[in-house]
Nanobody
């Protein structure tokens, strides 16, 4: 089970940190990712961290967002800085037991999903 939290309403340029709490499985051995879904659009990849902390990012968030994990606490984080109105979306955390590195951006490669947390960035 994955539980995302930390969303909210912020202004452009502000920061937010999202958290994803994992339970029920050994998610510390899973690749963990964040996806987002903007109003009226499909779900898109944001970032992924492997079990040994290799990271991958969608181009538009590189240098602004940082994904991290605390395996001792079964938590995954998404630190979002310099937020822009186009970052407005529902953010979902996801987990994959096995994933090829060339497929990290594909939502259907992930086995488990959280319920989402809304991030709204005003201009």
């Amino acid at each position: 089970q994955l539980q995302a939290s930390g969303g909210g309403l912020v202004q452009a340029g502000d920061s937010l940190r999202l958290s994803c709490a994992a339970s029920g499985r050994a998610f510390r051995n899973y690749a963990m990712a964040w996806f987002r879904q903007a109003p009226g659009k499909g779900r898109t990849f944001v970032a992924m961290i492997t079990w040994n902390e290799d990271t991958y990012y969608e181009d538009s968030v590189k240098g602004r967002f940082t994904i991290s994990r605390d395996n001792a606490k079964d938590l995954v984080f998404l630190q979002m800085n310099s937020l822009k109105p186009e970052d407005t979306a529902i953010y979902y955390c996801a987990a994959a037991e096995h994933i090829w590195t060339n497929l990290v951006s594909r939502a259907n490669e992930y086995d488990y999903w959280g319920q989402g947390t809304l991030v709204t960035v005003s201009s």
